[in-house]
């Protein structure tokens, strides 16, 4: 049985659009553990809710689906960049991504505003206090509901 997540990222740093023109992506520079765990528990053909972070009105904005499992992520690897780890190595590694693919847009936008509104999604992390996981599972009633809620313009 596939799992839902949601994947943020803000649009300055990677946007939906970008991952429509690519195609796919690794999810790469996740310095979280839980985040890390998160990614090692996908499956392929699970899907996810690209939700714009750090902007005016966040959002989740599209779907993706995952189409690799958790593997090293290079970047904490690359000397001098901006995710370099020293204490992660490639016979060690600390580090995880996925990849994702561009599955389709949501009909409209599901700002955090609307969600924090939907008493339905009271439990749903992204909107517990302190909860900044890049990386976050979402069970399948609220993926119905954010669905659901993306149907109709606000």
């Known amino acids: 049985m ?9 649009p300055d740093a990677y946007s939906f659009e970008r991952l429509r023109t690519e195609r ?24 996810g809710l690209f939700y714009h972070s750090s902007i005016p009105e966040p959002a989740a904005v599209g779907i993706v689906k995952v189409v690799r499992t958790a593997y090293p992520d290079f ?3 690359e000397r001098g960049g901006e995710y ?15 990849d994702v693919a561009y599955e389709q847009p949501l009909k409209h936008p599901v700002t955090l505003a609307r969600m924090r509104a939907e008493p339905r999604l009271v439990g749903m992390p992204l909107l517990k206090r302190g909860q900044r996981l890049s990386v976050q599972p979402i069970t399948p009633q609220e993926w119905a509901i954010v669905l659901e809620l993306s149907e109709r313009a606000e």
């Open 2 to 10: 596939s799992r839902h997540w949601l994947f943020k990222s803000e």
């Open 24 to 47: 796919t992506t690794p999810w790469s520079g996740v310095r979280n553990y839980q985040a890390r765990n998160n990614m090692t528990e996908m499956r392929v053909g699970d899907l």
């Open 84 to 98: 370099y780890d020293p204490r992660s190595t490639e016979s060690k590694p600390i580090w995880m991504m996925v």
């Open 75 to 77: 970047t904490a690897f």
